[in-house]
C-alpha cells in the first residue's frame, strides 16, 4: 500500500479503508493467552467442560479477540504519509457481540470516522473496527478505535 498523504484523509471519512487477512485463533493461541492474563476460566481452556456450556467448546477471551486488532490494523490501513509513530488513544465504544469458538478465523474490517487535527503534526483518527467470525452470521466486536498518529 502506498502511503496517503494527511491531506486526503478527510476525503475517506466514512468509508472502508481497509480488511485485514484472516486470523487463526487456535485451541494453543487461547491457552497462551489465559497464560498471560491469568484468566483460566473454564470455557476457554477447558474443552471437555465447555462442551457442557451453550457455546459447545471453548471459545477465544474477549480481549483476546480485541489485542488482534493490531495485528489486523497493520495488515489492512494504508500508512499515512510521513508518519514518525502511531499510539493507541483508546476506545470510544466496545461491543462484543458473539463468541469466537477455538478453531475460527477472525478478520477486522476498519472503516474511517473520523480525523481530527490536533496540532504539531498529531492527528487524531476514529475508525470504527469490525472484527468478522469467518462463516459467522454475527460480528465477535465492534468498536469505534482511537489511534494518534504523529507525522513529521
Known amino acids: 500500500m502506498s502511503p496517503t498523504p494527511v491531506s486526503r ?3 475517506l471519512v466514512g468509508r472502508e479503508v481497509g480488511v485485514s487477512r484472516w486470523i487463526e485463533v ?7 493467552f489465559a497464560e498471560v ?3 483460566r476460566q473454564f470455557i476457554h481452556i477447558d474443552p471437555e467442560a465447555a462442551k457442557a456450556t451453550p457455546f459447545g467448546g471453548t471459545i ?4 483476546l479477540t480485541l489485542s488482534l486488532a493490531s495485528a489486523m490494523s497493520y495488515d489492512a490501513l494504508p500508512p499515512l504519509e510521513g508518519v514518525v509513530m502511531g499510539v493507541n488513544y483508546g476506545f470510544d465504544k466496545l461491543r462484543f457481540l458473539a463468541p469466537v469458538p477455538a478453531g475460527s ?3 477486522g474490517r476498519f472503516r474511517l470516522l473520523s480525523v481530527e487535527d ?3 503534526g498529531r492527528w487524531l483518527l476514529k475508525h470504527e473496527l ?3 467470525i469467518e462463516g459467522g452470521d454475527k460480528p465477535a466486536l465492534i468498536a469505534e478505535w482511537l489511534g494518534m498518529q504523529m507525522v513529521g
Open 130 to 132: 469490525t472484527v468478522e
Open 60 to 63: 477465544a477471551h474477549g480481549f
Open 118 to 120: 490536533k496540532g504539531g
Open 26 to 32: 487456535d485451541q494453543a493461541r487461547i491457552d497462551a
Open 105 to 107: 478465523r477472525v478478520r
Open 9 to 11: 484523509l478527510p476525503e
Open 37 to 39: 492474563t491469568e484468566d
